[in-house]
């Protein structure tokens, strides 16, 4: 049994902002502005990740009774992911040198978004908005019927779940104009160019994880040829990574580490999966000290390790395995 990949066709577009926003051309020298709110935030720093089209940028800033001002420079158009200190996605815009943007979001709501200063950016707030209660299919539509679009693109890349269903995104995703998506430096997984930004270890250490008996236990990956840890914030976790971890535990060791920082509903929902499967709580989130070097650059996120710990597949997508 190996992992030989997880389901990235057409999803090599996640990091290809420059391709995503290059019609719009860099707007020069000036320096772009982004004037946010986000509603419900409070006071904590918000993270902007962007690849600028040399390197991955990670840019902290602080807001302030959820209000945060960012600026900066990129060789080219950029799209700007920003996430709370829980390392929850907030949401993306669109934005290029000499844009003037000011955008609002709300924590906790991915369909909500407000947005002036660049078209692309307005047009995807549009769609957030007029697209609330499916907003899966509605970009399955929107893909079908512009799939050279630059705003299926950036919907596609940054917005479509394909792990609702895998085969039929692997068909919707080959749907898009190579052209809209090819001739860029960017053209890999936006999972694994945020993953570098902070270099992880190689290997998976043993952990010293709050279990479901409520005591500290030392989790060990070498008792199986493979083990695959769930990393997740959430206290009901997605049904198609329940289905998932169910399929896998006959064959593999799986771990399940919730780093949220309240632990209400836990215990509940571990009971939705398989009795094989190990269930932790990584107190404090993800500033906890045993998840440090593991890089995990957003949540839900996936890590198999072999026999000797060492790491043989990490990303956001449920890696795929065959016999």
Same mark, same amino acid.
């Given at each position: ?43 904590? %720093? ?7 089209? /040399? #390197? ?8 302030? %009774? ?152 030392? *989790? ?8 695959? *840890? ?13 289905? *998932? ?9 799986? #771990? /399940? ?5 309240? /632990? ?23 500033? %906890? ?11 839900? *996120?996936?890590?198999?390790?072999? /026999? ?16």
């Amino acid at each position: 049994m190996k992992i030989i990949r997880t389901i990235y066709r057409g999803m090599l577009l996640l990091s290809a902002v420059g391709c995503i926003v290059a019609a719009t051309g860099c707007g020069g020298k000036k320096p772009y502005r982004i004037d946010g709110t986000i509603e419900g935030l409070g006071t904590q %720093n918000v993270t902007a990740i962007y690849h600028d089209g /040399t #390197a991955l940028r990670e840019v902290s800033t602080n807001a302030v %009774n959820s209000v945060f001002h960012l600026e900066g420079m990129s060789q080219q158009p950029v799209v700007i992911e920003f996430y709370d200190n829980q390392r929850r996605r907030i949401g993306c815009i669109a934005v290029k040198n000499g844009d003037d943007v000011k955008v609002k979001f709300k924590a906790g709501d991915r369909y909500f978004m407000e947005s002036s200063g660049n078209k692309l950016s307005e047009a995807l707030a549009e769609f957030l908005m007029d697209n609330d209660d499916d907003l899966n299919a509605a970009i399955e539509r929107r893909i079908m019927s512009a799939p050279e679009d630059e705003l299926s693109v950036l919907l596609a890349g940054y917005y479509y779940d394909i792990t609702e269903d895998a085969v039929r995104a692997d068909s919707i995703l080959s749907l898009l104009d190579n052209s809209a998506i090819a001739g860029s430096a960017m053209l890999r997984s936006k999972a694994d160019l945020a993953a570098r930004s902070v270099i992880p270890i190689a290997s998976v250490k043993e952990m010293r994880l709050l279990s479901v008996a409520d005591s500290m236990m030392t *989790y060990r990956p070498s008792e199986k040829s493979r083990t695959l *840890y769930i990393f997740t914030d959430t206290n009901k976790m997605a049904d198609s990574i329940v289905a *998932y971890a169910d399929s896998v535990a006959r064959d593999m060791r799986v #771990a /399940t580490i919730r780093v949220a920082i309240d /632990t209400f509903g836990w215990h509940n929902d571990t009971r939705r999966i398989s009795e094989k499967a190990d269930h932790f709580w990584a107190p404090g989130g993800v500033a %906890n000290r045993e998840l440090r070097g593991l890089g995990i650059p957003r949540l839900p *996120y996936f890590i198999v390790a072999d /026999t000797a710990a060492n790491q043989i597949y990490r990303g956001t997508k449920l890696p795929v395995i065959t016999e």
